[in-house]
């Protein structure tokens, strides 16, 4: 039995997917005999607190947060580093715990510095882009989705720009700032003893794009699904609505690629309606687009988890069209352990998770995309054959169990190089 303590940004009920992806990992390891106990940084709480959620005991530690942007980043970041850290050094005394797993960009660093503290070990994991662009997206430019190549002074300028709009020339004294935040990020994920990358690409691009993390020890094990909870909660739900639909479930983001969405399905000729279940700053040119066209879109806005597995469960078809990098997207292993036929475009970690024409359709362009979306519409054996396939290989290679397995034995091997009982 090991004593682990988990430190993330997010834990359920109310989380998106790095939270969801960190309880289903958490239930795994209990499972498996391991004591844990979840330390969770709340940025604008008024003050800490013990809460519980499926019997895990969850220590909140309330931080104060201004409203003004970069200010607001600093006090998420370097002001909250030193406390968090004591907190969960002593958080970690009380338990005894072996070892400190991070999991996400603000528990990280206080991690790290609580660790070696304690002196004993830390595995962090990296779940989206934050250890290598200061905004996690690795998107240039907002408005045109471009990628950067690298985070260079040069390209910082340029990405400060779009984003800061007609104030741009007071933000540029902030690079300086923002320059020093990812390095000290990259600094304390090079210090852990381990760092476990959710999907291959991500395992490549950091240490391709870091100089200080090339030599780092870094794993790759996906994020978990409750691969048998998950299929018997969609079994007590109903369809939402008569006969097939197609469904986008995320953000309305650039780097979600939400606006190559409404031009993929109108190219296919989708005879059926699209359901979109999420919300983002591209909402209302989506609507209006759709009006346009003449589509049948139903926009649903962010909904409950269990009234948003309701409709991904009952699809035809999902439609992911994320054009940023896709870090491991948790919709997409959920699709595939549902059995829904996927059309994705080859961004990130989906390859990981889609290898076209065998688990689902992967397209590297937008009419790609389109291209594979009539194909799923207009030959429906492919389509079962594809989702049947992607049921297999997400019970073999995503189930909660596998990937607490897997975990397990990196918190093994990390214990004995430094020592300690395993």
Known sequence: MIRILIATDAFPPNCGGSGWSTYELARGLRTRGHELVVVQPRPGQVSNSIREYDAFRISEMASAVPSVPFLRNMFKNERLWPRLAAHIQATAREMGADLIHAQHVLTVPAA????????????????????????????????????CPACSPAMMMRCVRPRAGAAWPAALPLIPYMRANLHR???????????VAVSSTMARDLADRSALL??????VVPNAVDVSGLRAAAARTTAPIDGPYAVYVGKLEVNKGAAFLLPAVDRAHLPWPLVVVGDGALR?????????????????????????LGWLAHASLLVFPSYGPESLSRVLLEACALGVPVAAMATGGTPDIVERDVTGLLSTTPDGLA?????????????????????????????ASSVAARTEAIYADVLTSRGRHA
């Not at 990259?186 to 381990?194: G, N, P």
């Not at 090339?214 to 794993?219: G, K, P, Q, T």
């Not at 396939?389 to 995503?398: G, I, M, N, S």
Request: glycine content about 4%.
């Open 112 to 147: 790290v510095e609580a660790g070696q503290a304690l002196g004993i070990p830390v595995i962090c994991t990296v779940r989206d882009y934050w250890p290598l662009c200061y905004w996690s997206t690795l998107i240039h430019d907002p408005a045109s989705a471009t990628l």
């Open 185 to 195: 990020k990259q600094l304390s994920l090079a210090r852990a003893d381990a760092i």
């Open 214 to 219: 090339r030599h780092a020890r870094i794993e």
């Open 284 to 308: 209302r040119q989506m609507e209006a687009g759709a009006r346009r066209l003449g589509r049948d879109v139903r926009f649903t806005g962010w909904l409950a988890r269990d009234e948003a």
């Open 371 to 399: 291209d594979d979306v009539a194909r799923l519409v207009n030959d429906r054996p492919l389509a079962e054959r594809l989702a049947a396939q992607a049921r297999e290989r997400v019970e073999q290679l995503f189930d």
